[in-house]
């Protein structure tokens, strides 16, 4: 028989997350909102992903006519020849990046998350993941502060700064859920009543 998830982020919960989860989103009561992520912000996800995969390519296949094909001029040298395999190396990362970032992209397609009374759930491919406060045992917030690029020297300290906050939820069976503002267009629509749930179930929250 399963354990189940215990109420409350206990010293044992927090070593090892392999309890299982057991509520379901019909437990979690009536939905108060649904958000989904912004249009934008999908498209130019695919867009700059097919870029970087198309760049990437490029950049690859140059280097490598270069250096075996006919018609190409093989480099002569020693550094010549590490100049190219580094150019190649650097485009195969850029497409490799490209299509994770076009796979993240895609998985946003038709994501709708959905905030109750006693946790959230969502949906993403067809398959819903259920948090429940009381099966929630860490929540991981990581905010950057950057200054807009709009001045150099003494006077990039005056410009003002932009904050991005990104969350990372881990569920009691190790399920982890990752939002940031191209996951949801107001992050304060889950951050405020994960704070809220944090603070009345003693769930453990990590700032970076």
């Known amino acids: 028989m399963r354990e189940l998830c215990k109420f409350g982020p206990t010293d044992e919960t927090m ?21 989904k992520p912004n249009v934008s912000n999908v498209v130019a996800g695919f867009i700059l992903g097919v870029g970087l995969v ?7 296949g140059s280097m490598l006519r270069q250096m075996f094909f006919a018609g190409g001029h093989p480099p002569q040298g020693t550094s010549d020849w590490l100049g190219a395999i ?13 299509v994770l970032l076009v796979m993240f992209a895609r998985s946003l397609v038709g994501f709708r998350l959905r905030v ?10 067809n398959q819903q993941s259920v948090f429940a406060w009381d099966e929630i045992v860490l929540v991981k ?3 950057v ?20 906050r990104t969350y990372t939820v881990v569920r009691c069976d190790g399920e982890e859920f990752y939002f940031d503002e191209n ?11 994960l704070t809220t749930a944090a603070k009345s179930r003693g769930i453990k929250w990590e700032t970076d």
Do not use: N
């Open 15 to 35: 070593e090892a997350t392999t309890k299982s989860s057991v509520r379901t989103a019909v437990s979690l009561g009536k939905v108060t909102y649904e958000t």
């Open 54 to 60: 198309v760049g990437g390519l490029l950049l690859m």
């Open 86 to 98: 580094v150019l190649a190396s650097l485009g195969l990362g850029l497409a490799v990046g490209g």
């Open 116 to 125: 109750c009374a006693d946790g959230f759930w969502f949906t993403r491919a």
């Open 141 to 143: 917030e990581s905010v």
């Open 145 to 164: 502060e950057e200054r807009l690029p709009l001045a150099k020297g003494a006077a990039r300290h005056l410009m003002p700064t932009k904050t991005t």
């Open 183 to 193: 996951v949801i267009q107001r992050t304060s629509l889950l951050a405020g009543p």
